[in-house]
């Protein structure tokens, strides 16, 4: 399987209104692909293919942004997946 990664230009997260937020998943070596992809697929909205390609980053570079937003926006997706055991920050 080849692992497309979308390099992403990270703006200064200073524009605390706006939508210049990062939910960042990070890898734990605890959680199962599968249960990753899965939530990703619930919490996100994420389509398989999405879910599968963050996971396979998270594993190979550590972490990886899976959604962009404002904070008000991001932090129940962050709170849910937290819940789930996953590492989630908001950046």
Aim: glycine share 4%; charged share 25%.
């Amino acid at each position: 399987m080849e692992i497309q990664e979308e390099v992403m230009d990270r703006p200064d997260v200073s524009d605390i209104d706006g939508e210049n937020h990062y939910l960042v998943l990070h890898n734990d070596d605890v959680h199962s692909f599968d249960f990753v992809i899965v939530s990703l697929m619930e919490i996100c909205s994420h389509e398989a293919h999405q879910a599968e390609q963050c996971a396979y980053i998270v594993h190979h570079k550590g972490k990886c942004d899976v959604k962009k937003g404002s904070f008000e926006f991001l932090h129940p997706m962050k709170d849910q997946l937290a819940s789930k055991g996953l590492s989630v920050t908001i950046d």
